[in-house]
T-cell receptor, first 119, second 113 residues
């Protein structure tokens, strides 16, 4: 069975600090996909990134970067020079290639990390 | 495109009442999903659909029902509401299987008292 662990329940930083959110996953599949979603105080879920299991290249998008390491089953998310607007709950999620009946991907979510960025 | 829309945004139900949470997407996605989010937890899959007329249970289907008569709509029905169903409900959709990210609606906050 697939599992996602986000051990950090809450992180508080001061604006402009760098912060890394940890994500550790478990899966028996060799083909799988990893995701990060942001849930700001307004409540909606915003897709940030998708990574497949065959692509271990790190990715950078502005102040955001992701480090995928299959050897440690981790997919960590770093925010550089954090801002107050980054305050949100961040969810890591895993989708295995084993499909739901008839297709579709079952997303397994971690319990989320609440990030608070203060002035 | 409006994306995924959900109504209502908030609702308070009494124990034993029934209601339908509406979900519509305008992205022509085949796959649609219903999740619930409880405080401090991730999202749990309630039901999903891989196309019009095809639905199946997720992890926590008890107390809920769904139907999918069109590609766009995927309503979630609560029969005989219970306090344990107090939660935030999210509808999501995706284009095809596996690799595609899911797009989420704004959520419905439901309280059962």
């Amino acid at each position: 069975a697939q599992k996602v662990t986000q051990a950090q329940t809450e992180i508080s930083v001061v604006e402009k600090e760098d912060v890394t959110l940890d994500c550790v996953y478990e899966t028996r599949d060799t083909t799988y996909y990893l995701f990060w979603y942001k849930q700001p105080p307004s409540g909606e879920l915003v897709f940030l990134i998708r990574r497949n299991s065959f692509d271990e290249q790190n990715e950078i998008s502005g102040r955001y970067s992701w480090n995928f390491q299959k050897s440690t089953s981790s997919f960590n998310f770093t925010i550089t020079a954090s801002q107050v607007v980054d305050s949100a709950v961040y969810f890591c999620a895993l989708s295995e290639a084993t499909k739901l009946t008839g297709g579709g991907n079952k997303l397994t979510f971690g319990t989320g990390t609440q990030l608070k960025v203060e002035l | 495109n409006a994306g995924v829309t959900q109504t209502p945004k908030f609702r308070i139900l009494k124990i034993g009442q029934s209601m339908t949470l509406q979900c519509t997407q305008d992205m022509n996605h085949n796959y649609m999903y219903w999740y619930r989010q409880d405080p401090g937890m991730g999202l749990k899959l309630i039901y999903y659909s891989v196309g019009a007329g095809i639905t199946d249970k997720g992890e926590v289907p008890n107390g809920y029902n769904v139907s999918r008569s069109t590609t766009e709509d995927f309503p979630l029905r609560l029969e005989l509401a219970a306090p344990s169903q107090t939660s935030v409900y999210f509808c999501a959709s995706s284009y095809i299987a596996g690799a595609n990210e899911q797009y989420f609606g704004p959520g419905t906050r439901l309280t059962v008292t």
